[in-house]
Structures are given as C-alpha cells and as structure tokens.
C-alpha cells in the first residue's frame, strides 16, 4: 500500500484580524511555510475581499496551500495538500502557525490516494444524495 498525498485541513481560531486581512503578509506567510518545507511555488493567487478578508491560494509541484480568512471572526479555514511526504507537509503547517499564532486550532490530516496493488469498489450515488458502496475493498 502507498500514499499518494498528505491534506491538512485545519481551523484557525483567536488571530489577530489585523494579520487576517492583511493580503502581503499572509501570501509571505504561505511562501515561507513553502520554503520550510521544500515545497516549490509554481503561481500564487489572491482576493482581497471588501470590506475585509482574504483568499489565498498557492499552486505548488507538489499541489497546493490555501487559507480564507475572516478577521471579523478572528478565524482562517486552512488548507495545505501536498504529495511530497507527511513530514514536509506538517512542517507547512507549523510555520503557518508561527506566522499566524492562533488562541486555537482544530487540525485533521487526511491520507490521500491511498493504492493498493488490487482493489475494487463501485461507488454509485443514489439519487436519494446518498452513497452507497457496493463490492469490496481489498487492503493489503
């Protein structure tokens, strides 16, 4: 079995909405936490909303980092995929959490592309918005 990819998909709670609506510092913050963790930065996208909060994403070689922010709320949904190893991707993250210092975090790492040499599933979505698994998956 292998891994193809490693997405943290994390809550940030308690920033200060200064630093969330502050569009230079927060591309800065993503390049770092790229930087940090050998991650190569292929473009960089960004929203400035009106009145306030920022959309961010960073396209990599190895996927991408994104954050949303909402400085009313002192809160940024982050996420960072990436299919280098679980180790470089955590290190994005902690950087991130160097730059943006959150009161708070909710994190969850998903393991993505996980292959095996034989697998078989049907996955048909039912017209009730409901999935139901049929056959049987092998893990070896």
């Known amino acids: 079995m292998i891994e193809l990819g490693w997405h943290i998909i994390a809550e940030l709670n308690g920033v200060d909405p200064k630093l969330l609506d502050d569009e230079k510092y927060l591309v800065e913050a993503l390049k770092k936490a790229a930087k940090d963790a050998k991650l190569t930065v292929l473009s960089t ?3 400035k909303f009106n009145p306030q909060g920022v959309s961010i994403v960073l396209v990599i070689a190895e996927s991408h980092i994104f954050i949303h922010t909402w400085p009313e709320h002192e809160y940024a949904a982050l996420d960072i995929f990436t299919c280098k190893n679980e180790k470089s ?40 918005g409901t999935t139901e698994a049929k056959g049987e998956i092998v893990v070896e």
Do not use: D
Not at 105 to 113: C, P
């Open 89 to 128: 991707t955590w290190k994005a993250y902690h950087t991130i959490l160097e730059k943006l210092k959150p009161k708070g975090a909710q994190v969850i790492m998903l393991k993505r592309g996980i292959v095996t040499r034989r697998r078989t599933i049907e996955l048909p979505v039912q017209t009730g």
């Open 45 to 47: 996208k960004t929203h």
